[in-house]
């Protein structure tokens, strides 16, 4: 069953205002009665001991009454009756008509043995409710007679009504104002759950852009300030999701485009030579040929399933202590041959006892990817690797005097499919876009850093840090 928001408020309002007025009812009119009954037994006992202190009210002569009469007067005035009695209980002075001592038992027991009797409330003795105070008068041990005052206690009985009638005024008072305040706070509270809930379905039909106001004073305004914060992630997120499929689909014709080219001519050569087509002194230069375009294919299929491996995280490194000058000189040996026909130098500089803590297949793979970028885009010039030892970490720069990249392009070289108009002439590895990216990624398997500084026009340098220790 749906219960509205208001409905809640204003019944969890309710019910605490109820629960809580009730209790406080009924511990007020209980405090209340105990300390009215308590200031009359006061009161009482207090006249009583004058009373008792009246030689007048007990020794009397024959034939002669006792002389209370500005005590009379006094307690009539206070609404109080009194009586005084002798030792057998019977009544020597009444008052406005009360008859009969009326004390039970032990009740005159007590008083025989000298205690005083008080009784807060009284409803059986007589005809109305009363409170009742007796005072013995003892000579020793004997007791010669006493004093008992009553006072009715309905005036007493109405101040509580009272008290109870304004308690309820005041409780009907306070659940027209929670009612106000919650039909306000449900319809204030109301509006900004619905603009959530529109923000919502906006975001659910593809509007990432949806920005809410808030104030950051109450949970709904730290929700709003988190539904703000997702939304500019899904934003960016789906930005960067149609970035990679402009790329994704790009990629994808420039692979057919790398693939179709080397396929027709390993086909055309496979024709030619069934045919014999090709003269036998062309065989060998053509064989070169379909061998180079081969490696071109399986270099394609070997990076995206490398990039694939690392992205599922499929990689294990077997990390061992290397010398960083001999992996230096196995890059140079490598790739002496293409350094040559650039007209290139590749100079490396490192203190023999260098070493570095990383796994050699994938720390190979990283610096030939990163120094054949360098000496694509380097013509008759020099590629520098060199290793410096730091306080925690290896590091290792390659720089190169080449052209440089565009300040735009710099942070999109780690891109998945991102690859600069120039790679696509002559690039023997890397040439589809996702060298860099597996390089950065294989770096970070390392728990290292790598940055890249460049300058149109001066040349390129990237630094690699790899902790010693894990």
Request: no cysteine; aromatic share 8%; charged share 30%.
């Amino acid at each position: 069953m749906k219960v509205k928001y208001f409905h809640q408020l204003l019944g969890s309002h309710i019910s605490i205002l109820i629960l809580s007025f009730l209790l406080l009812s009924l511990l007020f009119t209980r405090v209340v009665e105990g300390y009215v009954f308590q200031n009359k037994v006061d009161e009482l006992k207090s006249y009583g001991n004058q009373i008792l202190n009246e030689k007048s009210a007990f020794e009397r002569k024959p034939g002669s009454k006792p002389t209370l009469a500005h005590y009379i007067q006094l307690l009539r005035a206070r609404d109080i009756d009194f009586v005084t009695f002798d030792k057998e209980g019977t009544i020597t002075s009444p008052m406005r008509g009360i008859s009969g001592l009326r004390l039970s038992g032990p009740e005159w027991e007590k008083l025989s043995n000298g205690e005083t009797i008080s009784v807060k409330q009284d409803v059986k003795r007589f005809d109305q409710e009363v409170t009742l105070v007796a005072f013995p008068k003892m000579n020793g041990d004997q007791l010669l007679g006493g004093v008992m005052l009553i006072s009715p206690i309905s005036g007493t009985r109405e101040f509580i009504q009272q008290l109870n009638k304004f308690l309820i005024f005041t409780m009907l008072a306070s659940l027209v104002i929670a009612s106000l305040l919650s039909w306000f706070l449900s319809k204030y509270h109301g509006r900004r759950i619905l603009r959530l809930r529109n923000a919502a379905s906006q975001i659910a039909s593809g509007n990432y852009a949806v920005q809410l106001p808030y104030k950051d004073t109450d949970e709904i305004g730290e929700l709003t300030k988190d539904f703000n914060a997702m939304t500019k992630q899904l934003k960016a997120s789906a930005e960067e999701i149609d970035r990679l499929e402009a790329r994704r689909r790009k990629f994808i014709s420039d692979v057919s485009h790398e693939m179709r080219t080397p396929l027709t001519t390993i086909r055309g050569i496979i024709e030619g030579i069934r045919n014999d087509m090709i003269p036998a002194h062309d065989k060998e230069k053509s064989m070169n040929l379909v061998e180079k375009e081969t490696k071109r294919l399986i270099r394609l299929v070997n990076e995206n399933l490398d990039y694939e491996k690392i992205r599922s995280n499929q990689i294990k490194l077997e990390k061992e202590n290397i010398s960083v000058i001999e992996l230096f000189e196995v890059i140079k040996e490598q790739l002496s041959l293409q350094a040559e026909e650039k007209e290139n130098k590749i100079i490396i500089s490192a203190s023999d006892n260098l070493r570095v803590n990383a796994d050699y297949d994938r720390l190979v793979q990283i610096l030939l990817n990163i120094t054949q970028n360098s000496l694509q885009f380097t013509t008759n010039g020099r590629i520098e690797l060199r290793g410096v030892d730091g306080n925690e970490e290896t590091v290792i720069e390659i720089e190169d005097n080449g052209i440089g990249i565009d300040p735009e392009d710099i942070e999109s070289i780690w891109d998945r499919f991102y690859k600069a108009d120039l790679s696509r002439k002559n690039n023997p590895l890397g040439e589809f876009g996702l060298g860099l990216s597996i390089v950065k990624q294989l770096v970070e398997f390392h728990k290292g850093t790598i940055e890249v500084e460049s300058s149109k026009g001066k040349g390129t340098k990237f630094t690699i840090r790899l902790p010693k220790k894990e």
